[in-house]
Structures are given as structure tokens and as C-alpha cells.
């Protein structure tokens, strides 16, 4: 096995990959998890947690900051669409496809700020086991809001902060 390709590969034997622990606990605490591992989960993602077969994109967010480490693919751009316009903002983990256009459309328009995360992400398996491949492509926090910029500002994670400034808006 080479790569996890992120949730879902050819390669691997499972399409559940967990958000590693350390990301967790230095970014949240989260109030929800809309693409949450099924239980036994092996730590919290968010104080609730949205699971199949309940469809975590439709379902309601409520006024929480959100965690978002969604399904990877062609789908990712449509959680993140969801996420750009909560109101309580939030962070999502994704690939750092920044030449697609759903990178451009979802995350340079309308993102607050970005972390570039150094290395490849190893992610965990629904046991809590770490995989022993990595994910075979870099990765990137994208923040939506002030209040998950500013998580991704004070981050301790190895990587690079990113602020951006879109046409139109306001000076930071």
C-alpha cells in the first residue's frame, strides 16, 4: 500500500481513515463532528457527532464550530461549500489540491485562512491503531470564520499560516 489516498482507495482495506488525535486536541475543542467515525470511536472529534446512516450534509449544524475531515473526492467540495456558509465557522482537513477547481471555488474564495501542514498526515484506523502508510499527498486546514482562523494562527502543528485577504473584502 502506498497511500491512503485520504477515506477512500483502491488500495486500502477500509474507507473509515480518523483525523489524527494531536490535530484534534490542539485546534478543538469542536462543538460538531458532521462526518464522524461510527462508534466504538477511539477519542472524541466534537462534543456531538453527526454518523451514518444520518447524512451529516444535510443534516443541521446548529451553532456550533465544526470539525470537518470529510469524505475525500469529488464530495469534499460540497461539505466545504456547507462549511463556508455556517455561521459558526469551522475547520475542515483536505488535500492540498490547490491548482483544482474546487480548491479555488470552496477554499481560495472563501476560506478566512489556511494551514499547510508540514510532512504527510498519517492518519488512524476506526481502532485507533495508526496506519502505517501515510496519506500519499500534502495536507491543509482550511478555516471558515475569525474564531477558526485564529486556531489556526496559534496552532503548535508543524506547518505554514496562511491568512487570506480576498478581493472586496476588508483589510485584517
Known amino acids: 500500500m502506498k497511500g491512503m489516498a485520504g477515506h477512500q482507495s483502491a488500495q486500502a482495506d ?6 489524527p488525535p494531536d490535530i484534534i486536541a490542539d485546534l478543538g475543542p469542536f462543538g460538531l463532528d458532521p462526518c464522524a467515525a461510527p462508534e466504538p470511536r477511539p477519542w472524541p472529534t466534537a462534543d456531538r457527532h453527526i454518523v451514518l446512516p444520518e447524512d451529516g450534509l444535510e443534516a443541521h449544524w446548529g451553532s456550533e ?6 469524505p475525500y473526492g469529488r ?3 460540497a461539505w466545504l ?5 455556517h455561521p459558526a465557522g469551522g475547520i475542515a482537513l ?8 474546487g480548491f479555488v471555488d470552496q477554499v481560495w474564495q472563501r476560506a478566512d485562512a489556511l494551514f499547510f501542514i508540514h510532512g504527510r498526515l498519517h492518519f488512524y484506523r476506526a481502532n485507533g491503531e495508526r496506519a502505517s502508510a501515510n ?11 475569525a474564531a477558526a482562523a485564529a486556531r489556526l494562527r496559534r496552532t503548535q502543528l508543524p ?3 496562511v491568512h487570506l485577504k480576498r478581493r472586496g473584502s476588508a483589510a485584517a
Request: aromatic share 14%; charged share 10%.
Open 159 to 161: 506547518g505554514s499560516f
Open 94 to 101: 483536505i488535500f492540498a489540491r490547490t491548482e483544482t477547481a
Open 81 to 85: 461549500e456547507k462549511l463556508a456558509a
Open 75 to 77: 464530495e469534499t467540495w
Open 65 to 70: 464550530m465544526v470539525w470537518c475531515n470529510p
Open 14 to 19: 477500509t474507507t473509515t481513515w480518523l483525523t
Open 135 to 145: 496519506s500519499g499527498a500534502p495536507s491543509v486546514l482550511v478555516a471558515y470564520g
